[in-house]
């Protein structure tokens, strides 16, 4: 998982040697969001004031996982732990989140 935190694009397809493609990866990193666990299903909002108007962009997941990065600075200390979570939808396509941009 370290591989998709790494990349700066916000989506990147990988195709698979017949050139179909298998993943789409979209990092949503910058903005904030909201996760309702009872029904598998992510928000991406400015607010909470989007999800109730229905505003929001929603995409339902299968799967949840959480990573920690470890940002370094020149001498090679560790400065700052990062915590992000890694959606795979159903169709396979993955979303990563800050863990600071979730909406409580």
């Given amino acids: ?3 998709f935190m790494k990349r700066n694009s916000n989506s990147v397809e990988e195709a698979d040697s017949s ?5 789409t990866f979209i990092d949503r990193t910058a903005e904030s969001w909201y996760c ?4 598998k299903k992510i928000l991406f909002c400015s ?13 339902d997941f299968i799967r949840r996982e959480a ?3 470890k940002e370094k ?6 400065v700052e732990y990062k915590k992000y979570i ?9 979303i990563i989140v800050r863990v ?3 909406l409580k």
């Fill in 36 to 39: 309702k666990s009872d029904s």
């Fill in 86 to 94: 890694l959606f795979t939808l159903a169709n396979n396509d993955k």
């Fill in 19 to 23: 050139g179909t493609v298998q993943t």
């Fill in 67 to 69: 990573a920690i990065r």
């Fill in 100 to 102: 600071r941009g979730e």
């Fill in 47 to 59: 607010s909470i004031d989007d999800i109730i108007s229905g505003k929001a962009e929603s995409f």
């Fill in 73 to 78: 600075n020149a001498k090679g200390d560790v």
């Fill in 1 to 3: 998982m370290a591989g």
